[in-house]
């Protein structure tokens, strides 16, 4: 596999049906509506000031009605159990849920019809943890990332606990699915994204690869990995530099880590 400096930039048009993806309403589980009962004070408000996002119902716990007052809908004042019995009686509700219609995400081609100087792309290989991907999401957003990429398959649904993860999230940065996740990295590639590989095989370190330009960082499950089809769509495998006390980060963390050092210097093109 050459490496980032090894390689000539790529351009020119994505292949046709190459980032199919059924972008709308993607979260959705076959047979049901795709609505979602989140949960939490941030993400219900993130949700209600999301002109994209259809609330659907706004339960609030008895007593702290007022708090919500000026928002559409009107909240519903219901005994805690209520929201209990809805979202689970382990969760940090905070009093309050809101059930929602799944946001009409984007498809990836939309996303490459359009691209942008300094496009950072973060793709997940079969990610199943609704906490992980939120965390994931959260540092997205955080680190300004376009979107998250994963698996219409194998991937989890919006979700409270998605959602809650996300702190907001959710709402900011598009969670684009796809079908084939190879194919899609490679109508990524083919718009000039350099697209690395995150494992503890790699050769050289996210920093010694010294990226720039428009990139896109891909994560496999933890324990699996990436997978053969997706590590061979990748331009370069890199790791992460881990001491020898431990071997390997949890997933979200190592998101958070990478996507540090992608912007922590001027990401220009190159």
């Keep these: 596999m050459a490496s980032y400096k090894q390689r000539k930039r790529r ?22 509506d795709g609505a979602a009962w989140l949960y939490g004070i941030h993400p219900v408000r993130a949700a209600l000031a999301n002109p994209r996002r259809e609330v659907l119902r706004l339960l609030v716990a008895a007593g702290q009605a007022a708090q919500w007052a000026n928002v559409h809908p009107g909240p519903e004042a219901v005994d805690r159990a209520a929201i209990e019995a809805l979202v689970g009686a382990d969760t940090v509700h905070q009093g309050v849920a809101a059930e929602v219609a799944p946001l009409d995400q984007p498809d990836l081609a939309d996303l490459l019809d359009h691209p942008g100087e300094a496009d950072l792309f973060v793709v997940l290989d ?22 998250v990429i994963t698996t219409e398959r194998n991937a989890p649904p919006e979700s409270g ?25 490679r109508a990524i590639a083919e718009t000039g994204v350099w697209i ?13 690869a010294d990226p720039s330009g ?27 530099p881990i001491a020898g006390a431990v ?13 540090y050092e992608l912007v922590r210097k001027p990401h220009k093109p190159s």
């Design 11 to 32: 351009g020119g048009p994505s292949a046709p049906g190459a980032a199919s993806g059924r972008g709308r309403h993607a979260g959705a589980r076959p047979g049901d």
């Design 126 to 147: 079969q990610i199943t943890d609704p906490h992980n991907v939120g965390a994931i999401l959260r540092s997205a957003a955080a680190f300004g990332a376009r979107a």
């Design 161 to 185: 606990a998605l959602a809650k993860a996300a702190a907001g999230a959710l709402e900011a940065v598009p969670l684009v699915r796809v079908i084939n996740l190879a194919r899609a990295l």
């Design 196 to 208: 690395f590989g995150l494992e503890a095989t790699g050769e050289r370190t996210l920093a010694e």
């Design 214 to 240: 428009r990139c896109a960082l891909v994560f496999g499950a933890e324990g699996s990995g990436l997978r053969r089809l997706t590590g061979e769509a990748c331009d370069e495998i890199v790791r992460l």
């Design 247 to 259: 071997n390997s980060l949890n997933v979200s963390n190592a998101a958070a880590v990478a996507l």
